[in-house]
């Protein structure tokens, strides 16, 4: 999808989309193309990337994005920020996802695989 077809309106749909697809309810905290998603520095739009959404943060909408199947929890810098707009060049496919509210998670590849489902436990603060 180029980032013409990804205009605003599209890209809000999309999102609606799939809330209703997986009975989520629709959020008004929508995440936009200029918010910040924390992006795995193994991100590769050709093999499976996986999501999960935390609480928003002070700067970062709440989305965690990676490829393959796991990553190292005690390598803090294995994450970056990064705009949702730079998924656009080339995993604008992504982008339909980020829609679901805190606590959900999905794995995704670019053939069309889709997996989502709700985790309580992304609902915790890092405070207990």
Same mark, same amino acid.
């Given at each position: 999808?180029?980032?013409?077809?990804? &205009? +605003?309106?599209?890209? !809000? #749909? $999309?999102?609606?989309? !799939?809330?209703? #697809?997986?009975? $989520?309810? @629709?959020? @008004? &905290?929508? /995440?936009?193309?200029?918010?910040?998603?924390?992006?795995? @520095?193994?991100?590769?739009?050709? !093999? $499976?990337?996986?999501?999960?959404?935390? *609480? #928003?943060?002070?700067?970062?909408?709440?989305?965690?994005?990676?490829?393959?199947?796991?990553? &190292? $929890?005690?390598?803090? +810098?294995?994450?970056? *920020?990064?705009? /949702?707009?730079?998924?656009?060049?080339?995993?604008?496919? /992504?982008?339909?996802?980020?829609?679901? *509210?805190?606590?959900?998670?999905?794995?995704?590849?670019?053939?069309?695989?889709?997996? !989502?489902?709700?985790?309580? &436990?992304?609902?915790?603060? +890092? @405070?207990?």
């Amino acid at each position: 999808m180029t980032e013409k077809e990804m &205009d +605003d309106n599209n890209y !809000i #749909k $999309q999102k609606e989309e !799939i809330c209703e #697809k997986y009975s $989520q309810k @629709k959020k @008004k &905290d929508l /995440v936009e193309l200029n918010s910040l998603i924390a992006l795995g @520095k193994n991100f590769n739009s050709k !093999i $499976q990337i996986n999501g999960l959404r935390h *609480p #928003k943060t002070e700067s970062l909408c709440g989305w965690y994005i990676w490829s393959g199947d796991d990553f &190292d $929890q005690e390598n803090f +810098d294995f994450f970056e *920020p990064s705009h /949702v707009y730079h998924l656009l060049h080339n995993a604008s496919f /992504v982008i339909k996802y980020l829609g679901l *509210p805190i606590g959900n998670r999905f794995l995704i590849d670019n053939n069309g695989y889709e997996d !989502i489902w709700f985790d309580q &436990d992304l609902l915790l603060s +890092d @405070k207990h």
